[in-house]
T-cell receptor
Framework: AQKVTQAQTEISVVEKEDVTLDCVYE???????LFWYKQPPSGELVFLIR??????QNEISGRYSWNFQKSTSSFNFTITASQVVDSAVYFC?????????FGPGTRLSVLP | GAGVSQSPSNKVTEKGKDVELRCDPI?????LYWYRQSLGQGLEFLIY????????KSGLPSDRFSAERTGGSVSTLTIQRTQQEDSAVYLC????????????FGEGSRLTVL
């Protein structure tokens, strides 16, 4: 079965703290893609990153970084020096066939 | 338009009425998805269109739900005889070709069934 778990329902941090959002996935496919999306209060989901199963190299984009580990089926997302504008719900997703399976989301609140 | 457009942005209806929600995907995107997001919940897949292929309807929760996509572009999600549990935000997304391409989401249509 294809499944994405985001165990952290809500996280609150103070501005400038680092925060890591966890994502654990299950799939029987050997080739798959993982995604992170951000849903700010406005509601529109915004694509952040796509990673294929053959590329375990960690990626950094500004204050964002992603740690993909196939051995633990995890694809964690870290925000360094968090800002109030990072407050949103973050979804991890796995592509399964032509369909996307989304995790339940983690609500991040960054307090000033 | 530049992005995925959905209408109406908000819809309030009475139990038992039919509603239609519209999605206008990004021009040239062959794949179109509908998802439902209940309050505080994750995204629930409803239906997927890819080009001229038969749609994947495996996520539709009941036969009250249907969707069509005309001319490979605009899609309409229809909910017949609405129930209170249908209240949710209905999200549409499109992708250049489906598969592993990234999804571009609209802002959603918030449906409230009284």
């Amino acid at each position: 079965a294809q499944k994405v778990t985001q165990a952290q329902t809500e996280i609150s941090v103070v501005e400038k703290e680092d925060v890591t959002l966890d994502c654990v996935y299950e799939t029987r496919d050997t080739t798959y893609y993982l995604f992170w999306y951000k849903q700010p209060p406005s509601g529109e989901l915004v694509f952040l990153i796509r990673r294929n199963s053959f590329d375990e190299q960690n990626e950094i984009s500004g204050r964002y970084s992603w740690n993909f580990q196939k051995s633990t089926s995890s694809f964690n997302f870290t925000i360094t020096a968090s800002q109030v504008v990072d407050s949103a719900v973050y979804f991890c997703a796995l592509i399964y066939g032509q369909n996307f399976v989304f995790g339940p989301g983690t609500r991040l609140s960054v307090l000033p | 338009g530049a992005g995925v457009s959905q209408s109406p942005s908000n819809k309030v209806t009475e139990k038992g009425k039919d509603v239609e929600l519209r999605c206008d995907p990004i021009s040239g995107h062959t794949a179109l998805y509908w998802y439902r997001q209940s309050l505080g919940q994750g995204l629930e897949f409803l239906i997927y269109f890819q080009g001229n292929s038969a749609p994947d309807k495996s996520g539709l929760p009941s036969d009250r739900f249907s969707a069509e996509r005309t001319g490979g572009s605009v899609s309409t999600l229809t909910i017949q005889r609405t129930q209170q549990e249908d209240s949710a935000v209905y999200l549409c997304a499109s992708s250049l070709r489906g598969g592993h391409g990234e999804l571009f989401f609209g802002e959603g249509s918030r449906l409230t069934v009284l």
